[in-house]
């Protein structure tokens, strides 16, 4: 995420509820994600975990995306 992206999250996170919600959240799944990345080998339940994560991030960054795209308007 760009530093000006992140400048907006810290500017209107405690302002916007979604917003402090989605950044959490965003927080949160790169933290367990960062485990699974450092371990050499995968379970495919550990994989398929580590996937649903991904996408889950994903989403919240499409919805932060959003939101940041309706402040900066």
């Given at each position: 995420m760009e530093q000006r992206d992140l400048d907006l999250i810290e500017q209107?996170?405690?302002k916007d509820p979604e917003?402090?919600?989605?950044?959490q959240e965003h927080l949160e799944f790169?933290?367990?994600?960062?485990?699974?990345?450092?371990?050499?080998y995968l379970s495919p339940s550990e994989?398929?975990?580590?996937k649903t994560i991904q996408k889950k991030k994903l989403r919240g960054r499409d919805?932060?995306?959003?939101?940041l795209a309706r402040l900066r308007s």
């Open positions: 209107w996170k405690d917003l402090k919600r989605l950044w790169e933290d367990q994600l960062e485990v699974f990345n450092k371990r050499i994989e398929l975990e580590r919805q932060i995306e959003r939101i």
